[in-house]
Nanobody, 116 residues
Framework: QVQLVESGGGLVQPGGSLRLSCAAS????????MNWYRQAPGKERELVAS????????NYADSVKGRFTISRDNTKNTMFLQMNSLKSDDMGVYFC?????????WGQGIQVTVSS
């Protein structure tokens, strides 16, 4: 079965950096685009970044462009999100996502807290 496991979250000061990882299993990782979403308290889940199957094409929400970088290592079935210059608006639970056979699969989510 599809499993997505996020790691790397935590508490960081404003302006700091974090690197999230998503370890994938149970499907052929390198044939699916992958996504990072986030959800802040009281807000809807939003798409943060997407990456193509080969990792040669990426897209970002306007709010994170120039600060976040999505990448993947298909040899290790892992996706990453490098987050720099973090702001309080970036706080929330971050989810790894894949859409496979018309169904969305989600990781359990990982908390990112930006606070001094």
């Amino acid at each position: 079965q599809v499993q997505l496991v996020e790691s790397g979250g935590g508490l960081v000061q404003p302006g700091g950096s974090l690197r999230l990882s998503c370890a994938a299993s149970g499907f052929t990782f390198n044939i699916y685009p992958m996504n990072w979403y986030r959800q802040a308290p009281g807000k809807e889940r939003e798409l943060v970044a997407s990456i193509s199957r080969a990792g040669d094409s990426t897209n970002y929400a306007d709010s994170v462009k120039g600060r976040f970088t999505i990448s993947r290592d298909n040899t290790k079935n892992t996706m990453f999100l490098q987050m720099n210059s973090l702001k309080s608006d970036d706080m929330g639970v971050y989810f790894c996502n894949v859409r496979r056979n018309h169904r969305n699969y989600w990781g359990q989510g990982i908390q990112v807290t930006v606070s001094s």
